[in-house]
Every structure is written in C-alpha cells, then in structure tokens.
C-alpha cells in the first residue's frame, strides 16, 4: 500500500510541544463521521454465524472494538504528521487515516506513511505517536455500547475468550486494564509478537492454537479490513463493528454482517440462534 499524501522531506522528527487537550473527546478531535448514518441504515438484516455447535470461543480485537478509541489514534496521528510537514502541513483527513492507518501494525505503517525514512527513525516517530496515544487514553476511555452485556453473557456460558491485535503490548494492556476486562481474557495476543501481522491470519490462529479451539467452534469481533481479512482467513466468521470504517468496506472484507455496537439487535439473535443450536445439540447427547 502507498500513501495517497505526499511527504514533506524534514531533517528530523521532534515530539509535538503543544499541550494536550484535557477536555471531553468530543473537543478533542471533530467528530469522526465515515460510518454515517447512511451506511449505519444500510448495514445487511443477516444475522446469522455459521459456527458449528457447540460455540466455544470468541475472540476481540481491541481498539475500535473494545472501546471507541481510533478518534485518539486520529488525533494524534494528525497533529504529529502536521508537526513533522507531513502532506506540505496539511491535516490529514478521516479517510486517509481509514485507508491507510486504521488496523495496521507500525512496523508496515513504517513504510506506508515514511518510505523515504531508515526504519529507526519511522519507528521512533511510531513510538513517539504510541505515548501520546497513551497519555490521552489513560484520561478519556470508555467502553463500546453493550460490551459489559457480551462479556457477561461469555462468561455465563464458560466461553474461552481471547483478545487479538495489532496494538503495541503496552497500549493493548493500559486499554483492556482501564475497561476492567484483565480478569476476562484469558489470552492476549499482539500481531507484531507472530510471524504475520493482521491482515494475515496468524494472530488469530495463535489464538485458536492456544485456546485449543478450532475456528469451526468459534467468531470474531472485529472494526478494521485488516482485522477482519484476519479473521477469515484463520477460517472464523467475523461480526463488524461498523462504529468508524464503513460498513460497505468491512462486508466487502468479509464481515458475516455488521453491528454499530454490542447493543444491536442482530447480533442478540444471532446468538440466540447459537444459543438454541448448542442447547439442541446438548439434548442430543
């Protein structure tokens, strides 16, 4: 992939100095506004997953998933590539972000966003980038609608459950301790840890491998292209969340249908659906 923007050659990178904003989100950055209400109304009325009973594990990407946090990533993508001359100084838009920065690993953003840099000098920007994300994060976080619900109704049914992403370890982490779910995973799993990073499929099949669980037992969910090529191609059908990326992009990706959070009513009756298959297949036995 290669970026749609040009680059302004500058001598070096220097951390923004400017302070970071304390405020409400909402203030923090413009309203991220690519899932529109548009695509939201036109998300498919499927709402069934293919999983073979009994369902044994789900598994969670993290950033746009767990939490609405891609308007952190955004911002601080935008100020720090405007800091550097990035794009003759220009802020970068949503849908550059979406298309080239939403889902992928900072090792491939290296090349995607810097291929005229040596790679120290991209990843310590990536790095850079990394603790102001973390710095707004650990003050303006909240979980995704519904996730205390999916999670209780995991945990009643002894579902295995794995968290699986692109982030850095540390920002993985800080999030899933900040939404109290460091007792609920019971495995975490960062992209850049495997051979392949999403949009390959072996963090999720390092997912599996360890759960011990086959894909045909299981589903993903996920809010990036990559993240749901990933889950495909690990064999597992994939719940979009359509918060940010739109929904047109995740069901040509592969999403089995898409949500616009862990509220919507499709995803309830698709697991109620499991629900009556796993109790059918139990008075079988």
């Not at 790679?119 to 994300?133: G, P, S, V």
């Not at 064999?235 to 359509?242: A, C, I, K, R, T």
């Not at 940010?244 to 592969?254: F, T």
């Amino acid at each position: 992939m290669t970026a749609l923007l040009s680059f302004h050659t500058v001598p070096s990178y220097v951390l923004p100095t400017k302070p970071f904003p304390r405020n409400n989100l909402s203030t923090l950055v413009p309203r991220m506004s690519l899932s529109s209400s548009t695509s939201n109304q036109q998300i498919s009325n499927k709402c069934y997953l293919p999983v073979d009973a009994p369902l044994k594990a789900i598994l969670f990407d993290i950033d746009g998933t767990l939490c609405d946090s891609d308007p952190i990533h955004y911002y601080a993508f935008r100020e720090m590539l405007q800091e550097i001359g990035f794009n003759g100084g220009a802020p970068i838009s949503e849908e550059f972000f979406v298309k080239n920065i939403s889902g992928m690993h900072n090792d491939e953003l290296c090349n995607v966003l810097f291929p005229d840099w040596d790679f120290q000098r991209a990843i310590k920007f990536m790095n850079d980038k990394e603790d102001m994300f973390r710095k707004i994060v650990s003050e303006q976080l909240k979980p995704l609608d519904g996730l205390e619900d999916v999670c209780k109704w995991i945990e009643d049914r002894g579902l295995k459950r794995a968290a699986v992403t692109n982030a850095p370890r540390a920002n993985a982490e800080l999030i899933i301790s900040m939404l109290g779910l460091a007792d609920f995973f019971e495995l975490l799993v960062i992209g850049s840890e495997c051979e392949r990073a999403k949009p390959f499929p072996d963090p999720y099949m390092k997912a599996l491998q360890e759960l011990g669980v086959s894909p045909k037992h299981a589903f993903v969910f996920e809010d990036s292209i990559s993240g749901i090529k990933a889950g495909v191609a690990a064999g597992m059908p994939v719940v979009g969340l359509g918060l940010r990326n739109p929904e047109k992009l995740l069901s040509k990706a592969g999403a089995t249908f898409v949500i616009k959070n862990f509220k919507d009513s499709k995803l309830w009756t698709a697991l109620e659906e499991l629900e009556t298959e796993m109790d059918a297949g139990k008075m079988k036995t």
